[in-house]
T-cell receptor, first 111, second 115 residues
Framework: DAMVIQNPRYQVTQFGKPVTLSCSQTLNHNVMYWYQQKSSQAPKLLFHYYDKDFNNEADTPDNFQSRRPNTSFCFLDIRSPGLGDAAMYLC??????????FGAGTRLSVL | GESVGLHLPTLSVQEGDNSIINCAYSNSASDYFIWYKQESGKGPQFIIDIRSNMDKRQGQRVTVLLNKTVKHLSLQIAATQPGDSAVYFCAENLDGGTSYGKLTFGQGTILTVHP
């Protein structure tokens, strides 16, 4: 059974219309990460939560925000999606630096 | 639509051949490395890992070699099968000085296995 679950698998939004992607985990991992992966590129870390502490990567645009209401759930909010934000968004979790688990990803299209 | 992506290196092999995928990592302070397999439309799947105090680690049909002198990592797949066709990424753990790490991914290599 999937332990890191991302919903939806495919999301279509309109240019400038806010969108939220969801990630849940059954592993009780204390760290949750969001990666952005554009076509034919490697996943790029946007930010992560260590417990409730939010850690933003220096080059992550302000357009991207995240929420973690509890251990199990983490959300990625894109406030005003642009065409360049179309990508696969991957959620990952870890308990320690030797145990990462990835979700299947959400493919975001921006029209 | 999406931005035009970079062209990933490609490796084409025949079924049954051995495959070697290479990766140059960026940070000499990285202390842990993972190879991932990613099939189209799916998330990265763990293959094998290695710590910086080792130079070789073997799994089932896979071997990872680490050369810290030149910051180079390789993945060897024995008797490659069509099901091995995917994009392969190396990832390095940059220890941020806390008890957890942040994975940074390398460029990726497209492996195509021909029957």
């Amino acid at each position: 059974d999937a332990m890191v679950i991302q919903n939806p698998r495919y999301q279509v939004t309109q240019f400038g219309k806010p969108v939220t992607l969801s990630c849940s985990q059954t592993l009780n991992h204390n760290v949750m990460y969001w990666y952005q992966q554009k076509s034919s590129q490697a996943p790029k870390l946007l930010f992560h939560y260590y417990d409730k502490d939010f850690n933003n990567e220096a080059d992550t645009p302000d357009n991207f925000q995240s929420r973690r209401p509890n251990t199990s759930f983490c959300f990625l909010d894109i406030r005003s999606p642009g065409l360049g934000d179309a990508a696969m968004y991957l959620c990952a979790t870890s308990r320690d630096w030797a145990s990462w688990d990835f979700g299947a990803g959400t493919r975001l299209s921006v029209l | 639509g999406e931005s035009v992506g970079l062209h990933l290196p490609t490796l084409s092999v025949q079924e049954g051949d051995n495959s070697i995928i290479n990766c140059a990592y960026s940070n000499s302070a990285s202390d842990y490395f993972i190879w991932y397999k990613q099939e189209s439309g799916k998330g990265p799947q763990f293959i094998i890992d290695i710590r910086s105090n080792m130079d070789k680690r073997q799994g089932q049909r896979v071997t990872v070699l680490l050369n810290k002198t030149v910051k180079h990592l390789s993945l060897q797949i024995a008797a490659t099968q069509p099901g091995d066709s995917a994009v392969y990424f190396c990832a390095e753990n940059l220890d941020g000085g806390t008890s957890y790490g942040k994975l940074t991914f390398g460029q990726g290599t497209i492996l195509t296995v021909h029957p």
